[in-house]
């Protein structure tokens, strides 16, 4: 092995190194975005949520997802939205409904991940064991799923909470 197998190691942590800092910068940038422009990150939150309900719908009939995973991430949506009140961009980490989204968010994840790990063996094992071919969702159609109908709003509210850092107390103290 030459000194370019070794260069190449070198090539690869250092561009995993500026695709890290230049994802930390953009979530940076768009969290200063959300706390500049705070009424338009709230109209853009609450029509993200109503899109991918919509999504989900369409997802259903047209690629077949569990009827059950789809009702259980609309009512996840759902309850992201509640977190887009009166109070916005003032998000109380102690409310029902924060708490209730971040535990959401993870049995949200794990549910789809779980369904995508189990259809895609039963289409590899169809596919070694019995010849047949069946269409398993590859990986940038699982990856755009996760980001767009799991991942997004739950992001967008997490990079929403540097909003109350410079806001000045509402009430005086209870």
């Not at 609309?74 to 980490?93: A, D, E, R």
């Not at 409904?97 to 959401?104: D, I």
């Not at 779980?114 to 895609?120: G, K």
Request: contains cysteine.
């Amino acid at each position: 092995m030459g000194l370019l197998y070794y260069v190449s190691y070198l090539a690869a942590v250092a561009a995993f190194a500026f695709v890290t800092l230049s994802l930390a910068s953009g979530l940076l940038y768009v969290s200063e975005l959300i706390e500049e422009h705070s009424r338009l990150a709230k109209l853009v939150g609450q029509r993200s949520i109503y899109v991918i309900i919509v999504l989900h719908a369409v997802f259903y009939f047209t690629d077949n997802l569990p009827f059950l995973q789809t009702v259980f991430s609309v009512v996840c949506h759902i309850v992201y939205l509640q977190n887009f009140s009166i109070t916005w961009p003032l998000i109380s980490l102690t409310s029902v409904s924060f708490l209730a989204s971040c535990g959401l968010v993870i049995a949200d994840h794990f549910m789809w991940f779980f369904y995508f790990a189990r259809v895609t063996t039963e289409a590899r094992h169809l596919k070694t064991y019995r010849g047949i071919n069946s269409h398993a969702p590859g990986f940038t159609e699982i990856a755009s799923f996760f980001g767009i109908c799991v991942w997004f709003t739950p992001l967008f509210l997490f990079l929403s909470l540097s909003a109350n850092d410079n806001a000045l107390p509402m009430t005086n103290g209870e």
